[in-house]
């Protein structure tokens, strides 16, 4: 019959073990060490003890002379085994150690050497940048100059303009055009049918433009090869034919004049690609 061990508790509740518990525990692990001794002596001491003895009453001298160089070898042996393996793992840590440290500094070093190689590669892409801007700007004025005379300095400009306010005149544009669009409608409402186009060299110009007031609704054709301008004697508007100036509005106003352009698709006209054709709203005023 097996009867569980008795345990007495403390003040606090824990559980503390009595000395039967103590005394099973000690029995137990003394037992187990007996058993092990016992196969110890039983499978390795007693037949190496016989072996010995054997050898000692056939030859003494030599077996006296081994058992002598064995006991004396233990320490040495011992001794190696733990120099080796200790200078094995000291080497191991050092040599880990020391690649880890040397990447360290080779990597610092060549981050060192490779952090103002990009502040100089940055500032000669500037330089690259400027030249090359400012030669196109050079080579396009002087592309005008000789192509628009006098003429080609204002349209340089307004190029050079357009070309670095691209994005603020994109936000810009439609809403300028709706608004224009949206009017010259209202005002085409009120003033019925548009009048006939004449053809104009550099570009069309609505009939009924000598003088007093009048209401012109008429198509536009822009050559590619004008500049913005406002004619005040001839009533013509001129834009630069290019894809930014597509659906661009213009409002000019000159000595009680209002003339709204607004292009509304592209045109085929003799001038080449770049031709757009265009709506001209209600002009105030004489012209």
Same mark, same amino acid.
């Given at each position: 019959? @097996?009867?569980?061990?008795?345990?007495?508790?403390?003040?606090?509740?824990? +559980?503390? #073990?009595? $000395?039967?518990?103590?005394?099973?525990?000690?029995?137990?692990? #003394?037992?187990?060490? =007996?058993? *092990?001794?016992?196969?110890?002596?039983?499978?390795?001491?007693?037949? #190496?003890?016989?072996?010995?003895? &054997?050898?000692? *009453?056939?030859?003494? /001298?030599?077996?006296?002379?081994?058992?002598?160089?064995?006991?004396?070898?233990?320490?040495p042996v011992l001794s190696f085994i733990g120099f080796s393996l200790f200078l094995t793992t000291t080497y191991t840590f050092l040599a880990f150690g020391g690649a880890f440290v040397v990447s360290v500094v080779s990597i610092l070093f060549l981050g060192s050497i490779l952090i103002p190689t990009l502040l100089l590669t940055l500032l000669f892409t500037a330089l690259i940048t400027s030249f090359l801007l400012s030669a196109?700007? #050079?080579?396009?004025?002087?592309?005008?100059?000789?192509?628009?005379?006098? =003429?080609?300095? %204002?349209?340089?400009?307004?190029?050079?303009?357009?070309?670095?306010?691209?994005?603020?005149?994109?936000?810009?544009?439609?809403?300028?055009?709706?608004?224009?669009? $949206?009017? /010259?409608?209202?005002? &085409?409402?009120?003033? %019925?049918?548009?009048?006939? @186009?004449?053809?104009?060299? *550099?570009?069309?110009?609505?009939?009924?433009?000598?003088?007093?007031?009048?209401?012109?609704?008429?198509?536009?054709?822009?050559?590619?090869?004008?500049?913005?301008?406002?004619?005040?004697?001839? %009533?013509?508007?001129?834009?630069?034919? *290019?894809?930014?100036?597509?659906?661009?509005? @213009? $409002?000019?106003?000159? +000595?009680?004049?209002?003339?709204?352009?607004?292009?509304? $698709?592209? +045109?085929?006209?003799? +001038?080449?690609? %770049?031709?757009?054709?265009?709506?001209?709203?209600?002009?105030?005023?004489?012209?």
């Amino acid at each position: 019959m @097996v009867h569980s061990p008795a345990r007495h508790t403390n003040g606090h509740g824990h +559980g503390l #073990a009595s $000395e039967d518990d103590l005394q099973g525990y000690f029995d137990r692990y #003394a037992g187990a060490v =007996r058993h *092990n001794f016992s196969r110890f002596e039983s499978q390795l001491g007693r037949p #190496a003890f016989e072996v010995f003895q &054997q050898s000692f *009453n056939e030859r003494p /001298v030599i077996t006296t002379f081994l058992a002598i160089y064995a006991v004396l070898s233990v320490v040495p042996v011992l001794s190696f085994i733990g120099f080796s393996l200790f200078l094995t793992t000291t080497y191991t840590f050092l040599a880990f150690g020391g690649a880890f440290v040397v990447s360290v500094v080779s990597i610092l070093f060549l981050g060192s050497i490779l952090i103002p190689t990009l502040l100089l590669t940055l500032l000669f892409t500037a330089l690259i940048t400027s030249f090359l801007l400012s030669a196109f700007l #050079a080579w396009r004025f002087w592309v005008l100059v000789r192509k628009e005379g006098p =003429r080609g300095v %204002g349209e340089w400009g307004g190029e050079t303009k357009r070309r670095f306010a691209r994005h603020h005149r994109r936000e810009e544009v439609p809403a300028a055009a709706r608004d224009a669009k $949206e009017k /010259v409608e209202t005002e &085409q409402q009120d003033v %019925g049918r548009p009048d006939p @186009v004449t053809h104009h060299e *550099n570009g069309i110009k609505g009939e009924g433009e000598g003088g007093g007031d009048s209401d012109t609704s008429s198509a536009v054709v822009i050559p590619s090869n004008r500049t913005s301008a406002y004619m005040p004697s001839s %009533g013509t508007i001129f834009i630069p034919a *290019n894809e930014e100036n597509r659906g661009r509005s @213009v $409002e000019r106003k000159e +000595g009680g004049t209002m003339e709204t352009f607004y292009q509304v $698709e592209a +045109g085929s006209g003799d +001038g080449g690609d %770049g031709e757009y054709v265009g709506q001209e709203g209600k002009q105030e005023g004489g012209i």
